[in-house]
């Protein structure tokens, strides 16, 4: 393990000709042009040159600005834990989305612990879990446009379970032991099903991300994932569409074979939404293809088209320009073959682009 990032990108430069084919190769050569007018090949001879352009670009960086004026991007998501309770930042520009995953499949004895001590409480039981899940979604609830949740392929979320098995599991996190898989799944459908009880009456959507099985065992770290469909858990997700009819649920998915059938799902359901393209979905010939699917079965309302989870901002702007540039090829080819009319194409970029993430998320 490198740990001097300097060294790691040296060490990886004779490898960089393998990936001059990929789609994230040009995102990073658009990073590298326009951000810090760089050129050239990128090799050990012109590596000292672009270290220096990119200190002085991070120098001289408002990473708020930058997202602003470079990226057009008009409101950002910061992603939340409930452990994040003193948090501030700028509504005018940010928002935040909170993750459930330690309130549920993944909790820890340390993150009930730190539940227990941050919210002055005891969890013993699922009642007591209740309690919890209400204080922190009433600590937050001004700060959110998104609840959100990444589940497994694996993980299904059930109607009908027993609320003394998800006591059983709590008394398991209590002594440190294991959960099951069984027992993650209580858990996880009884904090879920909780917290869409609180949304009801709010104006927070519910964020699904879907399709990554992590962690598998010889995957590429860090995330060491990678794109399994279950059939399964999108039924099982209808039947929570069709119970809570006053959320609106936003779908996220990196599968390509999944993509079809949330934009099925999408169509028939009023409250459910889809926002692409995630991570093994992120490609221009799968963007292109899921494009024309959705503006072909789709009210053009029920999706965006621009969801980026990147942890830089400068990697935001790679994101937004491959976004843009294959949704203008694809827009453009459909102007051309009379699907649309130019005036059309232009006003559906604006509601993929732009409107339909403000009514989705209450961003007004």
Request: with cysteine; aromatic share 12%; net charge neutral.
């Amino acid at each position: 393990s490198i740990k001097d990032p300097d060294e790691r990108v040296r060490r990886s430069l004779p490898f960089l000709k393998n990936i001059k084919n990929t789609s994230t190769f040009w995102a990073l050569k658009r990073i590298l042009s326009k951000l810090f007018n760089f050129d050239e090949e990128l090799s050990e001879n012109t590596f000292n040159k672009l270290q220096e352009r990119f200190q002085a670009f991070e120098k001289n960086l408002n990473g708020v600005n930058f997202l602003k004026e470079k990226v057009k991007i008009k409101k950002a998501f910061l992603t939340l834990q409930f452990s994040d309770i003193n948090t501030t930042f700028d509504s005018s520009f940010f928002t935040g989305s909170l993750r459930i995953e330690k309130l549920s499949k993944d909790i820890s004895l340390e993150d009930l612990r730190k539940l227990e001590e941050i919210f002055s409480l005891e969890v013993k039981n699922s009642k007591d879990l209740r309690e919890g899940i209400s204080i922190v979604f009433e600590k937050f609830k001004n700060k959110l446009s998104s609840v959100a949740i990444s589940l497994n392929p694996s993980e299904l979320i059930l109607e009908d379970y027993e609320e003394k098995q998800v006591d059983d599991t709590i008394s398991k996190v209590k002594s440190g032991k294991q959960l099951s898989f069984e027992g993650k799944v209580y858990l996880l459908s009884f904090v879920v099903n909780e917290f869409l009880k609180l949304l009801k009456d709010s104006k927070v959507t519910f964020q699904l991300m879907l399709s990554v099985e992590r962690p598998v065992v010889g995957a590429s770290p860090p995330d060491y994932a990678i794109v399994v469909n279950e059939p399964k858990q999108l039924l099982s997700l209808c039947s929570l569409f069709h119970k809570y009819k006053e959320v609106k649920f936003d779908l996220i998915s990196a599968s390509k074979v999944q993509t079809h059938e949330i934009d099925v799902v999408t169509k028939n359901y009023p409250n459910v939404f889809s926002s692409g393209f995630w991570w093994y979905s992120y490609y221009p010939s799968i963007m292109e293809e899921r494009t024309v699917e959705k503006l072909q079965m789709l009210p053009m309302n029920k999706w965006c088209a621009f969801f980026s989870d990147a942890y830089v901002p400068e990697w935001s702007y790679g994101k937004a320009q491959l976004t843009k540039y294959q949704l203008a090829i694809t827009l453009t080819n459909l102007v051309e073959r009379e699907y649309f009319s130019k005036d059309l194409a232009v006003e559906v970029a604006e509601n993929l682009l732009y409107k339909n993430a403000i009514d989705i998320y209450n961003l007004k």
